[in-house]
């Protein structure tokens, strides 16, 4: 009986990755790495000298050549907060009027 003999293949070329695979690899992973910040819109109440201080400071800015938004100087003000000590913070706190919490009655 004739025995069968099987094919001998060559074993299967290893694909290199092309340019463009390559890219969009690089492009996934760097989208991965550059995560979203999840944002919180939220509202307050300031004294009217308060929101005053806001347009100075972005005035300054402004003569600075840097254009700025309210939201960019309370963060830049809150981390300037985070680098005091706690008797600094609490003199920086202390220093401030107190607000009536709540919205303000209409035609104030």
């Not at 690899?25 to 308060?50: I, N, Q, Y």
């Not at 907060?81 to 009027?97: G, I, P, V, W, Y």
């Amino acid at each position: 009986m004739p025995t069968r003999r099987t094919p001998v293949t060559a074993p299967a070329p290893v694909a290199q990755p092309d340019a463009v695979a390559v890219a969009k690899s690089e492009r996934a992973s760097k989208k991965e790495a550059k995560h979203r910040v999840k944002l919180v819109r939220d509202s307050f109440t300031l004294p009217v000298d308060d929101f005053a201080l806001i347009a100075a400071l972005k005035s300054r800015a402004l003569l600075a050549q840097r254009e700025t938004k309210k939201s960019e100087l309370i963060r830049a003000g809150l981390r300037a907060l985070s680098a005091l000590d706690d008797k600094a913070l609490l003199a920086a706190l202390q220093a401030l009027t107190p607000v009536k919490v709540g919205r303000p009655l209409k035609g104030q």
